[in-house]
């Protein structure tokens, strides 16, 4: 896939804050990093595209750029190293034509690194600063967290500073229950660091269909009413399209693959909610 590097990508001058949004799950092998970065295609495709970047965060075994076929010259090891900053490490992806006006229709990765231990330990110093120097690449509307699957404590404090926070599961019984404990642990973070208790939403992945997602959903925002005092509300329910994972096979876009997949029309549908309550963005 044809790359570029950005150098000094945060001239802007709005300086207005990205809507930071984590995608998490409790289990892995949900669809997690598909989703995300699936979702910043969506963005970037609207009849008012959103500037999008794409952060890897899952610090042990980052994987967005296996996905996209991309061979970053640096990456978020670099940045909290100090080899590198942030708009350095970045690479733009392209998704598709240019819109009228001429602007290239593109979303953007900051590539995490996978088997790196230091990554994974970091700090909640470390953390923070690092949520906080994102916040300040004032050029994106939506900065997306592809986070680690599981509740390890990095994972946690980076989900906890999210604006919005998407937790995918799919319909299996390990799955729904994983996501419940990363319902009830991200609560618990917020409320111990002094936030609000958050947009935190639902997204069923590789649903047989939306009548089952319905269901699922409602059980787990039963469950979630009864023991944790609320419920996620439902961002939206994905269908099992097999066109997902011949697009991972061939390291493409599902934009650029296959544009009228299922699939990828639900994902539209959780995008375009999900901007309903980001007036500022959307």
């Not at 061979?71 to 690479?91: M, T, Y």
């Not at 230091?118 to 986070?147: K, N």
């Not at 991200?186 to 009548?211: A, H, P």
């Not at 979630?224 to 697009?247: E, H, K, N, T, Y």
């Amino acid at each position: 896939m044809d790359t570029t590097i950005l150098r000094g990508a945060t001239a802007s001058a709005s300086r207005t804050c990205p809507r930071i949004v984590a995608v998490a799950s409790g289990k892995g092998g949900v669809g997690k990093t598909w989703f995300s970065v699936s979702l910043a295609q969506c963005l970037a495709l609207r009849s008012r595209p959103l500037r999008v970047l794409v952060l890897d965060g899952d610090f042990g075994l980052a994987n967005v750029d296996i996905q996209l076929g991309l061979l970053p010259q640096c990456d978020l090891k670099d940045v909290v190293a100090g080899r590198s900053s942030l708009e350095d490490s970045i690479v733009r992806v392209p998704v598709g034509d240019a819109l009228p006006g001429g602007r290239a229709v593109s979303f953007d990765v900051l590539p995490g690194h996978s088997g790196m231990p230091s990554l994974s330990a970091l700090g909640a110093g470390q953390i923070e600063d690092l949520v906080a120097s994102v916040r300040e690449l004032y050029e994106y509307d939506v900065i997306l967290f592809d986070l680690c699957a599981g509740i390890d404590v990095t994972t946690r404090r980076m989900a906890a500073r999210a604006d919005t926070t998407l937790v995918l599961t799919t319909e299996e019984p390990t799955a729904l229950t994983d996501a419940y404990a990363v319902i009830k642990l991200l609560t618990r973070d917020r409320t111990s660091l002094g936030f609000e208790s958050g947009d935190v939403r639902l997204v069923i992945n590789q649903t047989s269909s939306y009548r089952s997602g319905q269901r699922i959903y409602d059980s787990l925002a039963r469950a979630c009413g009864a023991f944790l005092g609320q419920a996620p509300a439902l961002a939206g329910m994905i269908r099992r399209d097999g066109r997902v994972s011949d697009s991972i096979r061939h390291q493409a876009l599902m934009a650029l693959r296959h544009p009228n997949a299922p699939s990828l029309q639900d994902v539209q549908r959780v995008a375009e909610g999900l901007l309903q309550t980001m007036p500022a963005v959307g």
